[in-house]
């Protein structure tokens, strides 16, 4: 390729550029999900907790909102890059300052035409009269000025974990629950008000397999009722807490297939050691395949007192695919001049 100047003079030419083969799988793909062939939504009154507002296309004050999209356009194994809702304001009264709307996960199965304050569809009541959920996935700070804050979209919320996991089947797509629990008045829009002003779901993804993310895998281990307690997230189902009291933080017990319940299971034995031949030494472990969030490093001790990590050149890795786990395996050679040596794991949080 060459290029012309003003006066038609050509440049030399440019080295050739290879072509670049483009793994399909790594296409981003976008999604746009709004409006009522897209989504479901009704208000909830607390004050009127057997009338259905399935059909109103907005309200002048919210109390509860539920919105649920449908995803059957979305693969089961995906990698989501973004996923971002949004709402319409049309309408603020009585602002005060530090309120929010929070945003929180569906736990129960629900219906756009029967769904009540009472009811999450035809003679099935909610546990929890208001909407049935567990934790929050997002809020939104209200902010005062009609310029920002009527007639507009709320900054959108990232949702790009939870929609990951509803594409997986991590934790059923039952939709999220908005609720205005400040003092300031909020109009809002509903899915029957045309997609200028609709809720909408916007989602990016590619073809790759679904990552082995902490968030997904903790949906496992623990329950809905521990994710609706705020609290829990520091003492049981956060990746750092440590409900089993074992020394391995969640993340840690994720990382290694370990049972973040059950204290004293393999975590001491993590890392198991085999004499592979004169002098050389294998060291296996188990590492959750494709984990995030963590490393892994191999530290020596000669006297059990100090210790230091070994430098990757140092250790050859060779790994055993097994599914969701795999074996690791690092041969190390003996250290000359030194009649014993010491090995342990470290996981490092990112
Ligand atoms: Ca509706
Ligand atoms: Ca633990
Ligand atoms: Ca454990």
């Given amino acids: ?70 995803l059957a356009a979305l693969p089961t194994n995906c990698r989501i890059v973004s996923a971002r809702a949004a709402f319409y304001v049309w309408a603020q009264s009585n602002y005060q300052p530090n309120q929010y709307l929070d945003i929180f996960r569906v736990t129960r199965a629900w219906t ?127 990746r750092s807490a440590d409900p089993d009291g074992d020394g391995a933080i969640n993340l840690f017990e994720y990382s290694l297939g370990t049972d973040p319940n059950a204290a004293g299971d393999e975590l001491a034995g993590a890392l198991r050691c085999a004499g592979a031949g004169d002098d050389t030494l294998d060291l296996t472990f188990g590492r959750r395949t494709g984990a995030t969030g963590v490393a892994y490093s191999l530290e020596r001790s000669y006297d059990l007192a100090s210790w230091s990590v070994v430098p990757a050149a140092e250790r050859s890795e060779s790994v055993v695919a097994a599914g969701e786990m795999e074996d690791v395996v690092w041969q190390v050679q003996a250290a000359a001049g030194q009649p014993r040596a010491f090995y342990r794991l470290r996981l490092t949080a990112q």
Avoid: C
């Avoid at 072509?19 to 009127?48: K, Y």
């Avoid at 397999?209 to 956060?238: I, S």
């Fill in 1 to 70: 390729m060459s290029a012309f100047d003003a006066a038609d003079n050509e440049s030399d030419q440019s080295a050739a550029v290879p072509a670049i083969t483009l793994d399909p799988s790594q296409v981003v793909h976008t999604l746009r999900l709004q409006g009522t062939a897209q989504s479901a939504d009704a208000f909830l009154f607390e004050n009127n907790p057997s009338t259905n507002y399935g059909a109103s296309n907005y309200v002048s004050t919210i109390d509860h909102f539920l919105v649920r999209f449908d």
């Fill in 112 to 238: 756009e035409d029967a769904v009540t304050w009472n009811n999450a569809s035809t003679g099935v009541v909610w546990t929890t009269p208001g909407g049935d959920r567990a934790e929050r996935v997002g809020r939104i700070l209200q902010l005062s000025g009609s310029a920002n804050w009527d007639h507009v979209f709320y900054p959108p919320v990232d949702l790009r974990l939870l929609v990951q996991k509803w594409a997986a089947g991590t934790v059923p797509n039952n939709g999220l629950l908005m609720i205005h629990s400040s003092l300031t008045g909020i109009g809002l829009k509903a899915s029957e008000y045309g997609t200028g002003s609709a809720p909408y779901l916007e989602i990016t993804y590619t073809e790759e397999d679904t990552p082995a993310l902490y968030e997904l895998w903790m949906h496992g281990p623990f329950t809905d009722a521990q994710f609706a307690d705020p609290a829990g997230e520091a003492t049981t189902w956060g």
